[in-house]
Antibody
């Protein structure tokens, strides 16, 4: 099972950050698993962004103040993240994760993709 | 729920027994997970639900605790164990992480 993030490495302030995670080796409609995103600003700790089930149930971090949209494309076996109105504080490595639903543990991680917010 | 790890950093030698503590601001029963992150790499799940060892993780790693206080123990440090360790609660949303414990070679 592999998760691979992709998307622009540079986004301008006030614009929308868009990332895609391609899942290979498993189906995104597997039972027992959610799919989500976590980020890590340079030199700092981990921040949970949110995760969702293929049926549409979504959980996200209220600290991001409704700027986040997570979606799943079951036909492409992909997960997407959109963060609107970005600022420099959104500069981070973004990780795609599989969430083992019952314990809520992030058991599979993508390698991460760095996104910088700068004009 | 706030998660607080101690210590923030730790120096130890190969072969040492090391314990890292994680405290939750309220009871999370046993919904506590531990991760290891090596520099430049994605985190790796070590322990879930406080004490269950993730498949493929060496048995020198163990976890314990319930309620608000938890520990991660490495029984005999190996060179590849020098990394940063994070706890994470999955009891309620938003899922939150501790600030991390950096384990360095003495």
């Amino acid at each position: 099972l592999q998760l691979q993030e992709s998307g622009p490495g540079l986004v301008k302030p006030s614009e929308t950050l868009s990332l895609t995670c391609t899942v290979s080796g498993d189906s995104i409609i597997s039972n027992s698993y959610y799919w989500g995103w976590i980020r890590q600003p340079p030199g700092k700790g981990l921040e949970w962004i949110g995760h969702m089930y293929h049926s549409g149930s979504t959980y996200d971090n209220p600290s991001l103040k409704s700027r986040v949209t997570i979606s799943v494309d079951t036909s492409r076996n992909q997960l997407s993240l959109r963060v609107s109105s970005v600022t420099a504080a959104d500069t981070a490595v973004y990780f795609c994760v599989r969430v083992y639903s019952s314990p809520g543990a992030f058991d599979i991680w993508g390698q991460g993709t760095m996104v910088a917010v700068s004009s | 729920i706030q998660m607080t790890q101690s210590p923030s950093s730790l120096s130890a030698s190969v072969g040492d027994r090391v314990t890292i503590t994680c405290r939750a601001s309220q009871s999370i029963t046993r919904y506590l997970n531990w991760y290891q992150q090596r520099p430049g790499k994605a985190p790796k799940l070590l322990i879930y639900t406080a004490s269950s060892l993730q498949s493929g993780v060496p048995s020198r790693f163990s976890g314990s605790g319930s309620g608000t206080d938890f520990t991660l123990t490495i029984s005999s440090l190996q060179p590849e164990d020098f990394a940063t360790y994070y706890c994470q609660q999955s009891y309620s949303s938003p899922h939150t992480f501790g600030q991390g414990t950096r384990l360095e070679i003495k």
